[in-house]
């Protein structure tokens, strides 16, 4: 089961062009078989694209894009806003564990060792010690870059996931995260992840 875990839509995602409408039919041409929408620090365009998506008996699941210290997360299983800019990872931390979410560190590595780099090696291995998954597969990050972020999910056993980071409708589905088992709910698409039923692939087409 195919499903692109990262993307933004004009709803509240000023830096999109893409309206949750057109992000639906794009799915369903991209083949698809689900998606879910992350809004930076907002929940409100995952809710929307997720009614328009029942409206039209496609499957669209809510996720939310926080920024932190230590860069974007993807946070599934928390449906809420950030409360501020640069929301300390702490924060984040203790709101997904009360929730039962899974944090995800996006497009970690621009460059190999990009974490280690910036924020000591120290600091980057307790991140990597209190994340769920990284980002494998980030639509708008080069080969090397998620090869890098390969390296790292190995080295901390954590899964891998997909996702295109699409602004632009003709991005949606570059990369998306194949899922062992059927997702029928968000409950599902958190629980996956959590096991590490799922993987991150790039659009083979
Ligand atoms: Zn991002
Ligand atoms: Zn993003």
Not at 23 to 45: F, M, N, P, S, W
Not at 90 to 100: C, F, I, Q, V, Y
Request: hydrophobic letters at 35%; proline letters at 4%.
């Amino acid at each position: 089961m195919k499903i692109d875990l990262h993307l933004h839509t004009n709803v509240s995602s000023p830096c999109s062009l893409i309206d949750p409408r057109h992000l639906i039919e794009q799915a369903k041409y991209a083949g698809l078989d689900g998606i879910c929408v992350t809004e930076h620090d907002e929940i409100r365009g995952a809710e929307v694209a997720a009614e328009l998506g029942r409206e039209r008996s496609f499957p669209v699941y809510r996720g939310v894009e926080i920024y932190t210290e230590f860069g974007d997360m993807l946070v599934y299983g928390l449906y809420r806003n950030a409360p501020g800019w640069k929301t300390p990872f702490e924060d984040l931390l203790a709101w997904s564990r009360e929730a039962g979410a899974v944090i995800v560190p996006a497009h970690s590595c621009r460059v190999s060792g990009e974490l280690e780099r910036v924020h000591g090696p120290e600091r980057a291995d307790w991140l990597l010690r209190n994340v769920d998954a990284v980002e494998t597969h980030n639509g708008g990050c080069t080969p090397e870059g998620n090869a890098a972020a390969a390296e790292l999910a190995l080295r901390y056993d954590l899964p891998g996931i997909g996702g295109s980071d699409a602004h632009h409708i003709f991005q949606v589905g570059r990369c998306y995260t194949v899922f062992d088992n059927d997702i029928n709910s968000d409950e599902d698409l958190v629980a996956a992840i959590m096991a590490g039923r799922c993987h991150g692939s790039y659009a083979t087409r």
